[in-house]
């Protein structure tokens, strides 16, 4: 019994002197309301859901975790007990970015302090008069970037999805896609990789029935020969074919053969069609 109560406290020391901002040592003292002790602990680097002002989200960071429980005859009201971490939270300051409606019985609250980018939260529970439960979660400005992140890329991926489904439209009416390319003059090579292309490969994985054919216009001079401007446009095709397979269009439903006496002049503009 003596060890586990040792360990607990080292737990305690660990997290709330640990180096790092001074106003997240303010939060980690928190120490626990008189007469209440520490049942349980627990540090990690989990995500975990709390309630914010924008709902119940998920948080990445160093998570630490304090079960308190008493024995008093006459422990403290669920709002005592919240009012000394609120009083603690305003210390450091931050501030309470959510607290349960007081027709649910008011036993929960969420804070926040920003120092400097970082980012501590604290959210309080109490579930009895005898037990309460505090989360703390610190997270470094690479883990509010990274969710920064996460929320934009899920942002694109939904836009992404929308074009590609309006590109699959254009394709069931007119059985082919223009494509946003240039090249540089002469040359076989792309001046960039259209955003378009990310969005066709979404299409093609949306219908696995659809096999397209990719037709690439020239430019030669004049005196260029025939054989001159089959090559470039020929060339111009790979690199299309390779474009479109780099931004996860499936290879095996691509093709960069000319149709059967199609003439590289007749393509005024790049296209993929179907087979």
């Not at 709330?16 to 901002?21: A, K």
């Not at 505090?134 to 969710?147: A, C, F, G, H, L």
């Not at 899920?154 to 223009?178: F, H, I, P, S, Y």
């Not at 089959?230 to 074919?241: E, G, K, S, T």
Request: hydrophobic share 35%; glycine share 6%; net charge positive.
């Amino acid at each position: 019994m003596l060890r586990a109560k040792v360990y607990l406290l080292f737990l305690v020391f660990v997290f709330c002197f640990y180096p790092g901002s001074s106003k997240a040592k303010d939060i980690c003292s928190l120490q626990p309301i008189s007469g209440y002790l520490i049942s349980k602990s627990d540090v990690g680097t989990e995500s975990i859901r709390i309630m914010t002002d924008k709902g119940n989200v998920a948080l990445e960071g160093k998570h630490s975790f304090f079960s308190y429980r008493t024995n008093q005859k006459k422990p403290y009201s669920s709002r005592r007990i919240l009012e000394h971490y609120m009083k603690h939270l305003e210390k450091a300051g931050g501030e309470v970015v959510w607290v349960e409606d007081a027709s649910l019985g008011g036993k929960s609250f969420t804070g926040k302090v920003n120092n400097n980018g970082n980012e501590t939260w604290i959210s309080v529970h109490v579930k009895d008069l005898r037990n309460y439960d505090v989360s703390v979660i610190e997270r470094t400005v690479t883990d509010v970037q990274k969710s920064y992140s996460t929320v934009l890329q899920n942002t694109q991926d939904m836009k992404d999805e929308a074009e590609a489904r309006l590109l699959l439209g254009t394709v069931d009416k007119t059985k082919q896609l223009q494509l946003d390319v240039s090249f540089k003059p002469g040359s076989a090579v792309l001046n960039s990789i259209p955003p378009q292309f990310r969005r066709i490969a979404i299409m093609m994985r949306m219908d696995p029935d659809y096999n397209f054919r990719v037709e690439a216009p020239f430019d030669f001079p004049s005196k260029g020969t025939s054989e001159e401007k089959r090559l470039l446009a020929r060339n111009r095709q790979r690199a299309i074919y390779d474009a479109l397979v780099a931004s996860d269009a499936p290879s095996s439903r691509l093709s960069i053969e000319y149709p059967l006496g199609q003439n590289p002049e007749e393509i005024s503009k790049a296209r993929i069609v179907l087979k």
